[in-house]
Structures are given as structure tokens and as C-alpha cells.
């Protein structure tokens, strides 16, 4: 099976999991909301004030708007896999209960939102002062950073570690799993990409036409993204929590996903050293043979 078909089904796969538990699309809706009223209550003070871009209290401002941002997106994401963790395991989650959950490790996450958003603003400043050989660097440097931590929310989530120790936790599973096939951590990208250009066709030619016309066919067109921006948002969490069952068990339970096409998506390339080793999908693989 290619990478692309890896992605679609375990797209379906994912979809089959929110299907169980629909009520649990609210949650990215609740994350964007919160996240609109925080900035908003951080920079409309700001922006009032004619001296906010060369103030010190105008950047400390800033930076706890990012803070608050980045907690509130892994607050939502946390309560999304507790939830998914909740069905996979036999439970019947709903929105009280992963909210409940995320409630529980609202401590724990504290630290892994400040790490992310100081990692965040660092790779951030050095792109803007970057040439574009630089630039090019930094964002391989943060999409290595999004891979490497990829498990980290499931980790604390469900072994009730902290940041630290779910970093290196995330980074050995994924040393150990992934190998050199990352279509996984993209291809869910690339499947909420495909949905979006029909949305984007629809926009393209709603501007074309002018009127009444463009202004139903722009707004199906942003509804159309919006909800798919929610879908792709939850079934990134319930993938992330299958992903960490399969990598800590080699398998995947509740029987939504089928351990087959996971070991497809992940198995390292043959003849590296993991396969030699005989360590198979748990052999040393990928990055670590550089």
C-alpha cells in the first residue's frame, strides 16, 4: 500500500473512532473559540496603546499571549485524546468526561505548553532574521521538533509523566517505531489538503462570478474549510492515541484500527539496521543510522 493510501485509510480508520463519539468534535470548535476570546482580551489593550512595539510590558504581554494560546490549544488537544483513550481502551467518553480528564493533567501540561511556546517564538525569531537557505533550515528544524514530540500529549496523558520526561519518552518511541517512514505525521495533512481544494475551487469561482453568487459560494467555501479544519483536528488526536498504543504494544486496541496497516505505515526501510539487529518494527531504525 503507498504512503497515500496508508493516509486515506487510516483517515477512515480515525473517522470510524469519532463516528463512536461525535460529540467530541465540539472540542476543537471550544479550543478556537477560547483561543478568539484570550487574544482577543491580550491585544485589543495592546493595540490601544500608541507605545505597545517598543514597551517591555508590550512583549512580556506577547509572550504570555503566546503562552495562554499554546495552553489552551494542548488543554483541548489533552482532553481529545483522553477521550480517544477512554474508547480505545472500552470506555464511552463524552464531552464532560474529556474535559474532566484534561482538567485532571491541567497541571502536567503546564510545562509542556511553556517548552512549546518558547520553542516556538525562538524558531520564529531566527526565521525572521534568517536568509532563505536559513529559513529553509529553521522550518526543518521545527518539523523535525513536531515529529520527534509527535507522542508527547499521549504519553502524559496516559502514563502520567511530565514534560521532560514525556519529551525523551516521545523521542525514544520514535526511534524505535517510525523508521524512516513519516508519511504517518503528514498524511493526515495531506488528506485535509485534498478535502480543502474543492472548498477552494468553490471560493475561486464565487469570486469570479460577483453578486449574490460569490457570496454563497465564498461563504459555503469557508464553512466548508472551517468544518474540515474541526474534523482534521480530532482525528489528528485519535490518531496520535492510537499511534502510542501501537508503539508501546504493537498494537492497537479496541479493534478501530487494524495493527496490519499501522505496521505498514511504519515499518523502517529494509536491510537498515534495525532489520539486521532483528529488532524489527522495535530495532533501531530512521534517524538513529544517520
Do not use: C
Not at 464511552?92 to 474535559?99: H, V
Amino acid at each position: 500500500m503507498g504512503r497515500i493510501g496508508n493516509s486515506i485509510s487510516l483517515a477512515k480508520a480515525s473517522l470510524r473512532v469519532l463516528k463512536a463519539d461525535k460529540e467530541l468534535l465540539m472540542l476543537p470548535v471550544l479550543s478556537g473559540i477560547a483561543t478568539l476570546v484570550v487574544a482577543a482580551t491580550f491585544l485589543v489593550p495592546l493595540l490601544t496603546r500608541a507605545d505597545w512595539e517598543v514597551s517591555g510590558q508590550g512583549y512580556v504581554s506577547l509572550f504570555f499571549l503566546y503562552l495562554a494560546l499554546a495552553y489552551i490549544t494542548i488543554f483541548f488537544n489533552t482532553a481529545l485524546i483522553s477521550a480517544a483513550h477512554e474508547r480505545l481502551t472500552g470506555g464511552d467518553p463524552t464531552l464532560g468526561s474529556a474535559l474532566r480528564g484534561a482538567a485532571r493533567r491541567a497541571g502536567r501540561i503546564l510545562p509542556w505548553a511553556f517548552i512549546s511556546a518558547v520553542v516556538s517564538i525562538v524558531l520564529r525569531a531566527i526565521e525572521e532574521r534568517a536568509g532563505f537557505v536559513g529559513r529553509i533550515v529553521v522550518s526543518l528544524v521545527g518539523m523535525a521538533w513536531a515529529v520527534v514530540t509527535f507522542l508527547v500529549l499521549p504519553i502524559i496523558v496516559v502514563e502520567g509523566i511530565g514534560a521532560g520526561a514525556a519529551i525523551k519518552r516521545s523521542a525514544e518511541l520514535f526511534r524505535r517505531t517510525w523508521g524512516e517512514n513519516l508519511s504517518a505525521h503528514f498524511g493526515l495533512g495531506m488528506v485535509g489538503f485534498l478535502l480543502v481544494l474543492p472548498a477552494v475551487a468553490v471560493g475561486a469561482l464565487g469570486l469570479s462570478l460577483g453578486g449574490g453568487a460569490s457570496f454563497l459560494l465564498v461563504g459555503a467555501a469557508v464553512a466548508w474549510v472551517m468544518v474540515t479544519a474541526v474534523v482534521m483536528a480530532a482525528l489528528s488526536g485519535i490518531y496520535q492515541t492510537a499511534l502510542y498504543h501501537f508503539a508501546v504494544g504493537g498494537a492497537t486496541p479496541g479493534g478501530f484500527f487494524e495493527s496490519e496497516l499501522l505496521a505498514e505505515a511504519f515499518r523502517p526501510r529494509k536491510g537498515r539496521r534495525g532489520d539486521r539487529d532483528g529488532g524489527g518494527w522495535f530495532g533501531s531504525a530512521g534517524f538513529t543510522d544517520q
